[in-house]
C-alpha cells in the first residue's frame, strides 16, 4: 500500500469523476478505466473488463461497476466508500437544481444544454465501446461473438440479460 | 335529510375530473421498497422498470411530470436513475423521500455487487469462471455498441457534419489518445453549446 489512504483517493476519484459524467455510467467507463488501470494501478486490465461484465450481468444501476474497483482496492469499505462516492454528489446537485428550477423545460437553455451534450455522450460510449472491446477481443471467435451481439441486439428487442447469458455459455463451453 | 353524505365526502370533489392522475403521497418505506424493487428488476437499465413503476403501477406522477423530472435529471451529471431517485422523492416526500428512495435504489444492488466482489477476489483465477466471463464480457461489448448505433441513427440522418465532427473528436480523444475526461470535455461542451445555438439560431432563422 502507498502511504497515501485508498480510501480517500477513491472518494476523491469518483466524486470528482460523477460531476464529469455526461450521459451517464458508460459515458465514464473510459475515464474509470484511465484512472483504475493506467493511474492508479488498482487493477489489471483483464479485471477491469471482468468487472464490466460482472456490472452489466448484475440487477441495479450499470453504474455499479464503481463497487467492484472500490472492493478490489480496500475491500468492503472501498465498496461503500466508490458507491457513495460516485452516486451521492450528483444526485444532491440534482436535488438542489430542481429545487430552483421548478419547471425545468419552460427555459430553453436546459433543453439546449442537453442536445448540445448528446454527442459527447455518444463519442463517450463508442470510445467506452473501444477500449473495453480491445481487451476482450482477442480472438477471432470473441470479435465474431461480439459482432454478433452487436447486430442482434440493434435490430431486435431481445432481452440484453439473454445475449449476455449466451455470452458466458459460449465463453464456458471454451468456443470464444 | 342529508346527514348521511355530508362529512367525508367534500374534499375529493375534483377527483372525478382528473382521473388515474396522482394518489396521496407514498410513506418512506413504500417509496423505498418500491425503488428497491424496480432496481432490482432492472437488468441493464433501470429506466424502463422506473417509469412503469412511478407513472403505470403506482401513480405517483402523471407522464408528462415524468418526462419534465426526467429531462432534469437527463441534463444534470452522473448516473442519470440515481440523480432521478433523489429528485422524484423529494418531490413526493421532501428531502427524506429522496433519500428514502435514493437508498432503495441503491442499498441492495450495492450488497448484491459487494457479494460478487467477493466472490470474484476468491475465485476469480478458477478457469470456469474466466472463460464465462470472457463470453460475458464479449456480449456486454457487443450490447454497448447496438446501444450507441442506436443513439447515433436520428444523428446521422440528420447528417450535420459539424455535430458529427464533435462526436468523432470526443471519441478519438478519449478513446484512442486516452486523454483525461475532465480536459476533453471543458473543451467539447462549451463548443458543442455554441455550435447548437447558432445552428439553432439558423434553422429558426
Known sequence: ?176 | MSTDSAPAMHEPDQAPAIPAARVPSPGLLALSLAFARMSLAGFGGVLVFARRAIVEQHCWMTADEFNETFALCHFLPGPNIVNLSMVFGSRLRGIAGGVAAFTGLLLPPTLIMTVLAIIYARFGDVEMLRRSLAGISCAAVGLLIAVVFRMMTPLLKRMEIVVLILMLGVFLAIGVLRLPLQAVLLVAIPLSIGITYVMRRKVAA
Open chain 1, 1 to 176: 500500500m502507498s502511504t497515501e489512504n485508498p480510501i480517500w483517493s477513491l472518494i476523491s476519484t469518483f466524486g470528482l469523476m460523477s460531476l464529469f459524467a455526461v450521459g451517464g455510467a458508460a459515458a465514464a467507463v473510459p475515464e474509470m478505466h484511465r484512472i483504475a488501470v493506467d493511474v492508479h494501478h488498482w487493477m489489471t486490465d483483464k479485471q477491469f473488463t471482468d468487472a464490466y461484465a460482472i456490472a452489466q450481468l448484475s440487477p441495479g444501476p450499470n453504474v455499479l461497476i464503481v463497487t467492484l474497483i472500490g472492493y478490489a482496492v480496500a475491500g468492503v469499505p472501498g465498496a461503500l466508500a466508490a458507491t457513495l462516492a460516485m452516486c451521492l454528489p450528483t444526485a444532491l446537485l440534482a436535488y438542489c437544481v430542481s429545487r430552483l428550477l421548478n419547471r425545468p423545460s419552460q427555459s430553453r437553455w436546459p433543453g439546449l444544454i442537453q442536445a448540445a451534450l448528446v454527442p459527447l455522450s455518444i463519442g463517450l460510449m463508442a470510445a467506452s465501446a473501444l477500449i473495453l472491446a480491445q481487451s476482450t477481443d482477442r480472438s477471432i471467435a470473441a470479435l465474431l461473438l461480439t459482432a454478433m451481439v452487436a447486430l442482434i441486439a440493434s435490430i431486435s428487442r431481445v432481452n440484453p440479460l439473454w445475449l449476455l447469458l449466451a455470452g458466458g455459455l459460449l465463453g464456458f463451453a471454451g468456443i470464444v
